[in-house]
């Protein structure tokens, strides 16, 4: 990098490190329960040790032949910890209720020869049975007593009780009921057949959701047990707009993209030409294969929305879809290369250095460590935007079982997909949105901001509440991004984007406390660096084997 162009970068970098650092030891201030992010306690002992406690207790209960298959995955009762963080209850919650944890484990069995499929809930930090659900696939028998039958009511009692809980601690209340106490089960299936008793605590409660017991006794057996909160319907309804409004944001997000790819495929027939249709494959197929390789990736994380029965099937179809998505959006990419490069060329700017100029390898490390500084930047602005939302605006957050670390084959890839999201969004927001926008409304801040709201709509689906509040804290991100590509070029906002996400990503691995993933995590942190040098290495290499040009 030349060095007159660093101070201003680098000075933007310490602000960020400075921010950064005093949003961690103001975190220590904060007022307890009150977190924009909630935080797990991680897993302390292991699926296998998880499944093989649901296995024993199925056998012990229902009988197991040796055939069964068991897979295990992280779940969370999201709806609950929503409301904890919203009422600033989740430090309360975790003193009193230490043995109903937000975060367990579920395992999944499946007994094929009998067609049942079982899913048991384990405490992951002491093994505890915490609840458990059966579905059988063949019809179900007439149940051979009346649901007010003393024999059930017993049996429902006694499952208490062995339970760990007093039953004459709880009253029995109307089955009809359910539907509102399930209002926290999102992700986990129905309640099974047979006939349901519900009992309420006398005084268990936080805030204002009570305690509740449901068993489901079928065929003389507890086929279903769940300790659950009855939810204020208030919270639920203003969850329930809130993740509707997210819908919409989400919908006009890919509306609005979906309108910029057929643009951009405008632009591409319209200057055919000019283009060179072979540039722009790699990096489309890059993001396809490492999106397509994390969706495989992501299988017992699409498993965590289950119904009734076994998941595989439901979780195959779903990666079937997205898969397909996946290749449009890599086709949406390839175009937003072409044709942003075509657009910007017209206007006498090349914000893309090619493979074939002689100056690509420098080009590459100057934008790698102009990443970095930038990245460094925009951390500390997005730290600093989530503390004053939780201080200022209530802004707080819910784990997503279906998009976490903890649900994925192997975790160490994950953080790959940063040069997925890097490729895709720099590639259509910046590269093609910004002139596509410039094209239209013809002032540079307009045109920087509206492909950073389309971009920052579809960031609204993650569970941080008010969902505006993720709206808003993209859009600022995509500004910096939008005028530092105008600036910098598109290959240093594409490497600040990828270090970003690969510091965020590989934090998440670290997070998750073992000595491997910690390796593996802080090993992230370096790859953009260990990229570019890769990268222009190469590059140096071939021009020292290209054969002298005589001259004339």
């Known amino acids: 990098m030349k060095r007159q162009s660093e101070p201003p970068l680098l000075l933007l970098a310490v602000i960020g490190i400075i921010l950064y650092l005093a949003v961690i030891g103001a975190s220590y201030l904060q007022e307890p329960g009150k977190s924009v992010e909630s ?14 406690a649901a296995a024993q207790f199925i056998q012990e209960r229902f009988g197991l032949p040796a055939g069964y298959r068991a897979n295990t ?22 003193k009193r209720f230490e043995h109903l944890p937000i975060d367990y484990y579920e395992v999944e069995i499946n007994d094929t020869s009998g067609r049942i499929t079982y899913y048991v809930d384990v405490n992951y930090t002491n093994l505890r ?26 049996a429902a009692e006694k499952a208490i009780a062995d339970q760990g809980y007093e039953p004459t601690e709880f009253i029995r209340v109307n089955p009809d009921r359910s539907s509102g106490i399930n209002g926290e089960k999102t992700g986990k299936p129905a309640a099974a057949a047979g006939t349901q008793f ?20 079928a065929n003389g057996q507890i086929v279903s047990f769940h300790p659950l909160f009855e939810l204020p319907s208030s ?11 997210a819908s919409l944001m989400t919908r006009i997000s890919m509306s609005a993209s979906l309108i910029m790819a057929f643009a951009a495929l405008f632009v591409m027939i319209r200057y055919r030409k000019e283009i060179t249709f072979r540039r722009g494959l790699l990096l489309s197929f890059m993001f396809l294969a490492i999106y397509v390789v994390n969706n495989f990736n992501m299988m017992p994380a699409f498993r965590t929305s289950h119904s009734e029965g076994p998941s595989q099937f439901e979780a195959i179809f779903y990666l079937i879809v997205v898969n397909i998505f996946v290749l449009l959006l890599a086709i949406s990419v390839y175009f937003s ?20 100029d002689p100056a690509f390898g420098g080009s590459v490390m100057s934008a790698m460590g102009k990443g970095y500084l930038l990245c460094l930047f925009v951390l500390g602005i997005q730290q600093g935007l989530f503390f004053i939302a939780g201080e200022y605006f209530d802004v707080w957050s819910v784990n997503d079982p279906s998009d976490s670390v ?33 094209k239209l409304v013809r002032n540079r801040f307009a045109a920087v901001l509206l492909p ?11 569970p941080i509440y008010p969902v505006y509040t993720r709206f808003i804290e993209v859009t600022i991100i995509g500004l910096i991004f939008g005028f530092a590509f105008l600036k910098y070029g598109f290959m240093t906002v594409l490497f600040a984007h990828a270090s970003m996400d690969s510091i965020l990503m590989g934090l998440s691995l670290i997070g998750m406390g073992d000595m491997k993933h910690n390796v593996i995590g802080i090993i992230y942190l370096g790859i953009p660096a260990l990229i570019g040098y890769i990268i222009a290495w190469l590059h140096g290499k071939r021009k020292r084997r290209e054969p002298l040009v005589p001259s004339s």
């Open 39 to 52: 935080e797990p306690q991680y897993p302390v002992i292991t699926k296998q040790e998880a499944a093989q």
């Open 73 to 94: 995955l992280y779940q969370s009762y999201s709806t609950r910890s929503g409301y904890l963080q919203k009422e600033h209850l989740a430090e309360e919650y975790r």
């Open 129 to 154: 049975i915490l609840g458990w659900e059966a579905y059988s696939q063949l019809p179900a028998n007439k149940q051979t007593a009346s649901g007010d039958s003393p024999d059930l009511l017993k």
């Open 198 to 217: 519900i009992f309420q605590s006398k005084d268990k409660q936080i805030g204002s959701a009570k305690l509740h017991l449901l068993v489901s006794v």
């Open 235 to 245: 919270f639920l309804d203003w969850q329930k707009r809130q993740n509707a409004n």
């Open 337 to 356: 290369l072409l044709a942003g490069k075509a657009m910007w060329r017209r206007k006498g700017w090349q914000p893309v250095v090619e493979w074939n």
């Open 406 to 438: 903890l649900n994925m084959t192997v975790p160490g890839i994950f953080p790959l997909m940063a040069w997925a999201a890097a490729i895709s969004e720099e590639a259509v927001y910046r590269l093609f949105g910004i002139a596509f926008f410039l």
């Open 452 to 462: 950073s709201m389309i971009w920052a709509l579809s960031h609204t689906q993650y």
